[in-house]
């Protein structure tokens, strides 16, 4: 169970959902749109998402490329890991997300 108060410490504005099995997924994602959060999704849980009519952004958006070899790839993309692992404290990080027009990716 994510413990939202624990989470936010820091603050989330992007999440980034990928699941496999959509188990519990509703609540979590409803709980993400009652916190403003932007949801990022790939493919079927994308496609979930919508389905509970809350807003989501694909990844496909996001890069302008589609997922290959059969949906096993969509996130290893520089728009989507640069998103999460740039480095908010560091300078040169924050100058080359810039110069790349990549958005922040929290959770």
């Not at 989501?56 to 302008?64: N, Q, S």
């Not at 404290?89 to 100058?95: A, H, L, S």
Request: hydrophobic fraction near 35%.
């Amino acid at each position: 169970m994510i413990e939202w108060n624990n989470l936010m410490k820091k603050l989330i504005k992007t999440a980034l959902v990928s699941v496999y099995s959509k188990d519990g997924l509703e609540k979590i994602v409803k709980l993400l749109k009652d916190k403003k959060v932007k949801i990022i999704s790939t493919g079927g849980t994308a496609d979930f998402i919508k389905g509970l009519s809350i807003p989501v952004t694909t990844i496909e958006e996001i890069t302008g490329f589609p997922s290959v070899f059969g949906g096993r790839v969509k996130t290893l993309q520089p728009q989507i890991f640069g998103g999460i692992l740039n480095r908010r404290d560091n300078t040169d990080d924050q100058k080359e997300k810039s110069k790349y027009n990549i958005s922040d990716i929290d959770l």
